[in-house]
């Protein structure tokens, strides 16, 4: 089992940058793709950004590509998402979520989550 915990989210102005985190305590973290999903108030959990257990691959939703990269430092059992130029639209609370396999954008595959942390953009 595998334990998330986020950190790095605020509030930013429009195009402005955060560095979000995805922290995890298990010793078997270099076994999961990890994927960043968000979800603003009234609206469904979208997908974001995910990457495979050991970096090589990556994928992002096409809101965010060009703007967002993600990346893992598997030596720190740390998973990163860098956001760039960011809108009022990021606007959500973004999770970070493991899973055994590949780095899916659906959220149904995912089998641990963290708590969240508000990411806010002003305009």
């Known amino acids: 089992q595998v334990q998330l915990v986020e950190s790095g989210g605020g509030l930013v102005q429009a195009g402005g940058s955060l560095t979000l985190s995805c922290a995890s305590s298990g010793r078997t973290f270099s076994s999961y793709a990890i994927g960043w999903f968000r979800q603003a108030p009234g609206k469904e959990r979208e997908f974001v950004a995910a990457?495979?257990?050991?970096?090589?691959?990556?994928r992002y939703a096409d809101s965010v590509k060009g703007r967002f990269t993600i990346s893992r430092d598997n030596a720190k059992n740390t998973v990163y998402l860098q956001m760039n130029s960011l809108k009022p639209e990021d606007t959500a609370v973004y999770y970070c979520?493991?899973?055994?396999?590949?780095?899916?954008?659906?959220?149904?595959?995912?089998?641990?989550w963290g708590q969240g942390t508000q990411v806010t953009v002003s305009s």
């Open positions: 990457i495979d257990w050991s970096g090589g691959r990556t």
């Open positions: 979520a493991a899973r055994v396999g590949s780095a899916y954008s659906d959220y149904v595959y995912y089998d641990y």
